[in-house]
């Protein structure tokens, strides 16, 4: 089932608005905050949203309301499930800085392999490795001062490392790489009725 949001699609402006989308799962509660602020502090002038892609950022051949119901069809038949947080890892070709995820990984791996097809389907620069973003785009020489603050912070975070994946949201990004969530669908919707 598809959730219409708060935000319309139409409030920014289709010249501004890129043919690149995303399916995420956002990390909600005190760890998503937590992440964020981190996120903030790791790459100053970012305004981040926590989360997990399913689907990594895409072109598509089709509009927006067609990938939303594809994706609503199959995320309806996907029960929720826990994702846990494990430690900050590098990407070693890119310098990207990130959270390993243990629990809930496998589950990510079917759920992208069952959506990267027809309409959603792209292919993809890098295989899949479902993580959480924490820095992107550092100059070589800073990547692990990031990552060793990165590190540190997460040591030092008392909190829950794992949530609950009940919802992914296709997201699109604009010219001023700012997302924009067009539709929350709901994981499991098909069997609560």
């Known amino acids: ?37 981190l996120r903030r502090d790791l790459v100053p002038d970012y305004d981040p949203h926590a989360h997990v892609s ?58 992208h392999a069952a959506m990267n097809s027809n309409t959603l389907g792209f292919p993809e620069p890098f295989a899949y490795h479902p993580h959480v973003t924490l820095a992107q785009e550092l100059p070589m020489e800073s990547v692990t001062k990031v990552r060793d603050l990165a590190t540190q912070r997460w040591r030092d975070y008392p909190g829950k490392r794992t949530f609950r994946a009940d919802r992914a949201v296709l997201v699109q990004n604009t010219l001023s790489n700012r997302w924009i969530d067009l539709r929350a669908c709901l994981l499991g919707s098909k069997n609560s009725h």
Not at 4 to 29: C, H, M, S, T
Not at 60 to 73: D, I, P, R, S, Y
């Open 1 to 37: 089932m598809a959730l219409d949001l708060k935000w319309q699609p139409g409030a920014i402006p289709a010249e501004e608005r890129l043919n690149v989308f995303a399916l995420v799962i956002y990390i909600p509660g005190p760890l998503g905050l937590f992440l964020d602020d």
């Open 54 to 111: 399913v689907l990594p950022p895409r072109t598509l051949a089709v509009g927006w309301q067609a990938a939303c119901e594809e994706a609503g069809a199959l995320t309806a038949c996907r029960a929720p499930f826990d994702i846990e947080l494990t430690h900050v890892s590098v990407f070693p070709v890119t310098g990207v800085v990130y959270l390993e995820i243990g629990q809930g990984g496998e589950e990510l791996r079917r759920m």
